[in-house]
């Protein structure tokens, strides 16, 4: 085993028994130097901003939930359908997360089967990995796991969803889902509006007051187990660290989905952390290729080329 500050061999490792993204067709000189690179979704149901990015060769997945999907226009189950069939459509053969709007077990498979149908075999489900007791309070709360084992079962591909911690991650896996989707940028969130910032990191999310370690440093046993450890900055970043340090000691190939991404900095910070792929809004996507000093050297190099105009 080895701690989650020594990723990188393993890291290797496991990136190796990943499957290739960036493919070299048949005949070309030039191998993609990017085979294994990360893949890039957009976070969007908005077939007008999924569109031009798809057709630039900027990302190759789409992930979708119904807030999206309300924002995308859809007013009605039937509408919705229509919009992620056409999204389907564009993206085929590359993964589109489709996201199930039912909350128990046998309506979601039913759910998952139906949307399964409207895609040319690129559909994954999207599946909350937990939240039903907070529906009611007599769901079942093993319902986002059941489902994720009865779809893995029926050979669905699975993105767990709603995922705030490494535990939620790793059972979402065992249960066999293909993706799951920690929600970094909410995570970091919620602490910078609920923590009290004189206590640990994480405080608003875990009942840690009475825990200290050997020295009576109730911070540093803390940031040695929860994901929200460490500097609060920090949150969201460590979560997909833990996970990616997780899934590496145990072999296991689920993909990391860096989800709720909130700006072009977390999408390096999430890379370094071990995500496998970036779920990003088409608005954090819109800047991925810009920098003040690319502007600046630009504008330069331009005035000197017009002396090659002529
Ligand atoms: O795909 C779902 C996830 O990215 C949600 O993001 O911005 O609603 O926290 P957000």
Redesign the pocket.
Known sequence: MFEVNDLHSAMIHRRRAMEAVNLTPKGKKIVHPAARGPRIFA?SAAIGDIRPLYEAGIINGV???P??LKKAGAKSWAEAKKILTAILRLMAPNPV?LELTRTTVEEMVIQAEELRKLGPANAVI?VPIGGYTALAADKDPYTGLKVLRRLWERDIRTNA?LVFNSTQAFWAANAGASYV?P?M??LA?YMYKNDQPELAPGNALYHIIDHKNSAGDQRTFNSEYVASGGARKDSGVRLIREIAAIFANFDIHTEILA????NPVQLTEVLLAGADIL?V?ANVLSTVADHPLSNEGMLSFDTDAKVFAK
């Open positions: 976070d992930t979708t939930n807030t999206l997360s999207k969803t989707s929600f940028g909410r969130d989800a709720s991404v909130r779920t809004p």
